[in-house]
């Protein structure tokens, strides 16, 4: 009875303050009564980690009466939302991103302080949140945080990954991958959903039935599992918006495999249903090739399926029409990972919504839009149709259908062109039959997104150039971005009040495009003693991490020059490490004055290199044995330093990128799609020595070339380099520091020498060679504007100044306006 419920609903308002309060004392009693009710430690005896947990949950409780408000508002708005469907997540910590965002956080400082405790030490006990590999999971949770700010109705969904990244320890200089069951001490920023599961289905078989006289498909699962929701909110900043990010978790379904239970072998059964729980339990910790793993499909469709049951049923809440959804529903395929998405909706509607196949085919051509972040034909995910078949039918056969009409409708448009037919079919024929994700995702999406300008080249002119040439409307490109309250609020506090300061308003950290107002300051002395300042304490906060971790003592005058990313060949760490053996060499053999020129370097590289790739593995062995001589040389001093910091994750990031002088981006042109990690430096106001690469392009557009150290073959050059073969020529520096190590200069020459062979002669497929000398060229000129300090910081202001357009608010704002069209929905405060 609606009556009772509204006075109960005005009784239960009476009973609870309208919001929770902020000031001082409020906060102090929230933190104490978690420690004591949630915490279940005594007020009166709590260390850093519970005082953490307590703080928490204090904000969480902040957190929820926004999301609720925010999810209330959609549900009254009903606006068109976005479902960004991605596998990956790399969320690091939140803590401070949360308090920041909802403006509490000098509020929660201070309270803390009342109750004796140090708010950034709190934050410091939070773990990371790992659920993804690299760039393209950092990627998805900055976007998230611009869909919130800038007021998106957005879902995002992905999976509750029980390990998360393997942790990389280092042993004697190798590399070992240890688990990170990152739920162990409990995760305060999730909100388990019992009472929202859906059912997943696997396996079995399709048989054809007749309902009401007509033909349809009935799918028969041999397994299923139950997918239980987290829900994880994510604040906007500036804005009561709080949007869901919605992580799948696998749980035993009563319904799976009764048969065993029927047999009467009740333990088997009971490890059986056990086992459905893996589907969540792992991240594949390779960000390149995940062909073929039965695991890593059903991982797919788990997390496809239950989002797909979930937007039906909120679609469903308020409309009866399918020819609606469009209107109502945008999909954002995050690289290929989630495009089985297109068979389920297909699926869902033609079997369950029993609609015809016209109109169900033109739901899917107007809600799906795909992003790809790979440059490589290899790193196209392909899958076997007998794995898919067996694991999926009723999807195999809506995807033989719809190749089968693609191709009937290509036919009349291209004629019997078989070579082109046979590259743009979904399925590719050969000893194993396969799949083709990216060709599924772009014949049925209606927009097709590259990550950088060049990158949305090569897709147009070589990977996807067949497509193109039929459907170019369908090609855009959005230039990746950061989000400024993660990496430079969150992580670089004095450069944020700095700029805040000098732009005389904190706006930009919603309207990133102010930035561009430190430009008229650039030759001010008195911001050049500022911005020194805020890099000085940065820089000893990095030093003393190096310290803390590795015992090396670093002099901060020295270059702090960093190379931080996953370790991979085409990335190009190998580059970096002769460039510093030549470095070492030349040192070594000047004479005691000239030392005195040069220009001391920190040399710091960090990253993690899949568990299989060996090549990588004996990249961070190379560096570290490096590493050992150099740092061991009296004779060297501060002259050099070579670092590996391990387990390289956002939290380290966050630290090590605002004390950075020089940032190294050095993947041979046309192999790194965008490239992120160069946005976060440059916004930190640091040097980037750089190959034309990815959205690197795109920087020294907004910076100028001559505020950047620039090196390499361009894009279009790598092809007529590598033709060269055999009559390549390389610099003798180049095959001095090879000679050096398959010497045995730093030991180990007979395990590196696989990785020698692999950079000289035609095997060197990434243009170490070629480049070699261009790098040291730019080196030498970064040495150079170093010591004329006045320079630098006027470069180093530049860089920050110009770093605007790779914020995720503009890569956001043009998806919502080129490819969702959504608009916003903001919450009233
Ligand atoms: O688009 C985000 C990033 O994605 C990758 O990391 C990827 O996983 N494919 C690319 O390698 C990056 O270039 C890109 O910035």
Redesign the pocket.
Known sequence: DFGERKGQAERMLGLMDVFLKNDPISLQKDILHHVEYTVARSRFSFDDFEAYQALAHSVRDRLIERWHDTLIHFKKEDPKRVYFLSLEFLMGRSLSNIVINLGIRDQFADALSQLGFDFEVLAEQEGDACLG????AR?SACQMDSLATLDYPAVGYGLRYQYGLFRQVIVDGFQHEQPDYWLNFGNPWEIERVHITYPVKFYGTVTDEFLNGEKCKVWVPGEMVEAVAYDNPIPGYGTRNTINLRLWAAKPSDQHDMESFNTGDYVDAVVNRQRAESISSILYPD??SYQGKELRLKQQYFFVSASVQDIFRRFKDTHKKFDEFPEKVALQLN?THPSLAIAEVMRVLLDEEHLSWHRAWDIICKIFSFTT???SPE?LEKIPVDLLGNLLPRHLQIIYDINFNFVEELKKMIGLDYDRLTRMSIVEEGAVKNIRMANLSVICSHTVNG?SRLHSELLRTKLFKDFYDLWPHKFQYKT?GVTQRRWIVVSNPSLCALISKWLGTEAWIRDIDLLIGLRDYATNAELHQEWKMVKKVNKIRLAEYIEAMSGLKVSLDAMFDVQTK?IHEYKRQLLNILGIIHRYDCIKNMYKNDRKKVVPRVCIIGGKAAPGYEIAKKIIKLCHVVAERINNDNDIGDLLKLVFIPDYNVSVAEMVIPGADLSQHLSTAGH?????GSMKFLMNGCLLLATAD??TIEMVEEIGQDNMFLFGAKAHEVVALRKKGPTLKVPLQFSRVVRMIRDGHFGFEDYFKSLCDKIEGTSDYFLLGADFMSYLEAQAAADKAFVDEERWTKMSILSAAGSGRFSTDRTIQEYAENTWDIQPCRCPF
């Open positions: 590999n690299g760039g393209l990627l960000d390149r690289d972040h790979t440059v790193g990550v990746n996953r790194e799609a965008s490239g992120t990815g959205s």
